[in-house]
């Protein structure tokens, strides 16, 4: 947040959020992700709440499923998997922080003949994008039905799909949609609904059960939010909502794509190299790129946050240790962002010794915002 001490005016006691309200945010959110004919559960708690959740009754189903983990967050989902029950198959990309081949998800269904596949679609700690169209096409040719972590596309990836979505898709609204962080969503179709099975011996209420949602809120009159709403969360969400609704999702994702764009010019200008070489598996609100041999990453992070007020951010560990991203989520997705955040980048190696056209860099992002269509 800001770094001269003001401070956010946040009402302590905000009126209380009307269940008409609640449920039309569940209607807006399926509206966003273009699945009218699934039901939308509100889940408090930020999204990781919600994988787990997801994860804990799709795993008490005992059924053979394929994790994809390109991520700490999938390496999570299968071991919440397997703990439910789950008889687990793991795919990962041949190399750490890279997006995983449809052909590889084909062998392990063919392989496995496993009845569910889970995939988180974009990864903005590594800034690539899962082959989410792929997947789900193989995925139905096997019958196998498909939980989507979405949290880090909705709002900045192509997600409406002309051949139907994912029957489980987890989104929060706090990365392209610019929302709270505090409660996250899920989409569940029919096929969605089948898989999730509540655990042997399960206690008759679960913080972690998309079953107990439904139960209490989708299959009463819905008149009364289930459990204590969480009204600040609620009222943001909505304010969020109205935003994206107000640009257009398809904007808000133009926007991003465009971010994207401007920063992958704009870093192969300077003279490095990009994470991810081809642009429709690079993510609409991060963008990798590899420093130079010989200049230490923890010194080009901390000359741009101290010289430039930027944060770049290091890619996760285990993963090339060269790899720095560049932030373009939400209020970011836009020139102002992009260009400090290029021209950090090669300013920032050229203090840390090593050697950027930063000028280049900064030019190359001006020509992608002229020229876009
Ligand atoms: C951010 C993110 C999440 C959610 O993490 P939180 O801890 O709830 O912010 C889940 N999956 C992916 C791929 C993410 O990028």
Redesign the pocket.
Known sequence: MSTFGERWAVPLDPPPFPASRYERLGERIGGLLSVADQDVVLVPG???VA?EAVAREAGASGRRIINVAT?V?GRLFGEWLAAGGATVTTVSPDSAGRPVEAEAVRAALEATGAQAIAF?H????TGIVNPLAEILALAREHGAVTIV?A??SVGAEPLALDSGGPDITVI?P??ALGGP?GV?AVAVGPRGWELLTRPVGAPSFSSLSLLDIRRDWLDTDRTAIPGTPHAHDLWALETALDAVEAEGVAQRIARHRLAAAAARRGVEALGLELWVAAEGSASGLTTGALLPAGVERGAVVAAARERFGVVLAPGPVGVDERLVRIAHTGRNAAFPAVAAAVAALGGAIEAAGGEASTGAGAAAVARAYASRP
């Open positions: 930020e999204a990781i994988l991520s967050y988180v974009g990864e903005a700690a972590d949290v880090a929060g706090q990365k962080a996250s």
